[in-house]
């Protein structure tokens, strides 16, 4: 396939959509209100809107390799920030997907290049959680690996000053941690989440 047929299958997308209703774009171009904001893995399998039924302007997203939550990643404070303070979504999805690629490297020993570093807390968290690890197989470390990285994640979001900040004004937030399974398409709560302060770790608490 080249990329001709990629502006083929666009011209088919918008004339359908149009054709079931033909004010659709018109009416987002003048403004998205997203409820949602969904940080998910790069990973081509795991498209953001089409595994949650959600249409153009119903879902804010971030997607990096390994659904990564980097408290020096300006990008994704960017994200954050617009989602939570201009856009006011009240839900944050952190997905994560098992078989990750970017998991699945950290587990391993063989040098990527820069990607390494990138993937260098995930070794963090392996290292911190040894003795669960014990007795699994490479494809159940892999999995339990995606599964921890997701609750990590899931806490990096609300230890960050823009979450803990909307919360202190009333904003009411929720941050939840799903995780994908490639062969069947269905997304697993992982019921760890958080919606208020109080729920973390005084550690990571700021006063003001
Ligand atoms: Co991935």
Redesign the pocket.
């Known amino acids: 396939m080249d990329v001709e047929q990629l502006l083929a299958n666009n011209r088919y997308w918008a004339e359908s959509l149009r054709a079931r209703d033909p004010d659709f774009f018109a009416r987002l171009a003048r403004q998205q209100r997203p409820e949602f904001l969904w940080i998910g893995?790069s990973?081509s399998r795991v498209p953001a809107n089409e595994v949650v039924g959600l249409m153009p302007g119903e879902l804010f997203v971030h997607r990096n390799?390994?659904n990564m939550v980097v408290a020096t990643d300006m990008n994704f404070l960017s994200v954050l920030q617009y989602a939570v303070d201009v856009l006011q979504v009240r839900q944050v999805i952190v997905c994560g997907?098992y078989g990750?690629?970017?998991v699945r490297a950290a587990l391993g020993h063989e040098e990527l290049g820069l990607i390494d570093n990138w993937l260098r807390a995930l070794k963090a968290l392996y290292h911190q959680n040894l003795q669960r690890f014990e007795g699994l197989d490479a494809e159940q470390q892999v999995n339990l690996l995606c599964e921890l990285n997701v609750q990590r994640q899931v806490r990096n979001v609300c230890h960050t000053t823009i979450v803990q900040n909307a919360w202190r004004r009333g904003h009411r937030l929720a941050v939840h941690g799903w995780i994908y399974g490639l062969s069947d398409g269905l997304v697993k709560d992982l019921q760890v989440t958080v919606d208020d302060a109080a729920q973390l770790d005084a550690t990571f608490l700021y006063d003001q």
Do not use: I
Request: one cysteine or more; aromatic letters at 0%.
């Open positions: 893995c990973d390799v390994a997907h990750c690629g970017g």
